[in-house]
């Protein structure tokens, strides 16, 4: 509207330029939160060749007339869960990268396939079923000091303006808020390889966390924040739990004292209408002993202590929380 109210060709050029600026600092702004795992995430279940198949024009169009690209999909690629737009962003990313890493043409390959890690094969990420996903090029490759920085932000080989620095470090943080890893193979003069794994859906009934010898586990989640409530339920519904939910303690504990159900409660610390989680959990335990309590917070568990006193009787993990660390909770909640 400002633009449009300009006096003169020097007040338009002022305030595109001042437009651009804003931009510029909101998309920085948006790939910082996405490194630092703040980046409010929309999760739902995918197949990951039928989104790169529905994104592959996108994706060529991204290369050049002298870069041969292969779109090589995998054979029954498991499901995952994670946020199909920011994921697309990541595999552009990535691909851009690789582009410019082949002035003179070369190749660049955008694979997928299922993996079975043990402990510790790939970075912390716990044992089990992975969906990784590599895009490779033949260009000039990285050396090892430039490797080992690649994921911090504003950290950048291109020229200066070329771009901010926040490539790899959001493609890291995106990753790591979906619960999976990195990691980046490299050699001067053969090329570079990155690969993004993320945690596959396991889909057989028996093979979920939520389900027990004695059916499926029910969970009732309370939050105040509706996103993150839908955020949560769908993750715990993704790993075989029923959920049920409440947006204070007051609401959570009438749930509790009707329903004999519910397994596990799964509570927000900092809560509306004059009762925390702490103290949620701590009725929640007079009323049902054998009950399984997961505690969730932004705060660290030193400042909680500090506030609440004593609340190691209740297992805890950090929003935002990723798959693999609230299915150690679960576990660590008995």
């Not at 993996?115 to 090029?137: F, I, K, M, Q, T």
């Not at 947006?247 to 927000?268: K, P, V, W």
């Amino acid at each position: 509207m400002l633009t449009t109210r300009a006096q003169n060709y020097a007040d338009t050029k002022l305030l595109d330029a001042m437009r651009r600026a804003v931009e510029r600092g909101a998309l920085m702004t948006q790939q910082l939160l996405s490194f630092a795992r703040q980046q409010p995430l929309m999760v739902e279940k995918y197949d990951l060749n039928a989104v790169i198949s529905s994104f592959e024009p996108v994706l060529r169009r991204a290369g050049n007339s002298a870069i041969e690209m292969e779109i090589q999909p995998a054979h029954d690629a498991k499901t995952v869960l994670l946020d199909a737009a920011r994921f697309e962003a990541a595999l552009l990313n990535l691909v851009v990268n690789a582009r410019d890493a082949m002035p003179d043409g070369g190749k660049l390959k955008v694979s997928v396939e299922n993996a079975l890690l043990g402990a510790g094969e790939v970075g912390n990420l716990a044992p089990g079923s992975y969906v990784r996903v590599s895009v490779s090029d033949t260009g000039s490759g990285m050396p090892p000091a430039v490797v080992a920085r690649a994921f911090e932000p504003f950290f950048t080989t291109k020229d200066v303006g070329k771009g901010t620095g926040l490539g790899l470090s959001q493609v890291y943080g995106f990753i790591a808020q979906s619960g999976g890893d990195v990691v980046i193979d490299s050699e001067e003069g053969k090329g570079t390889t990155v690969s993004m794994y993320l945690p596959a859906v396991v889909g057989a009934p028996d093979e979920r966390i939520g389900t027990t010898s004695n059916g499926v586990d029910t969970v009732l989640i309370v939050e105040d924040e509706p996103d993150v409530l839908d955020a949560a339920g769908q993750l715990f519904r993704s790993i075989g739990y029923e959920v049920a939910t409440a947006t204070n303690g007051i609401d959570a504990m009438a749930i509790l004292e009707r329903r004999s159900d519910i397994d596990i409660l799964f509570t927000d610390v900092v809560m509306p209408k004059g009762m925390s989680g702490i103290q949620l959990a701590r009725l929640a335990r007079e009323l049902r002993p054998d009950l399984k309590v997961v505690l969730a917070s932004g705060y660290p568990l030193p400042a909680l202590r500090e506030q609440y006193g004593r609340i190691d009787d209740f297992a805890f993990v950090v929003k935002p929380y990723l798959l693999a660390e609230l299915a150690k909770a679960l576990r660590a909640a008995g």
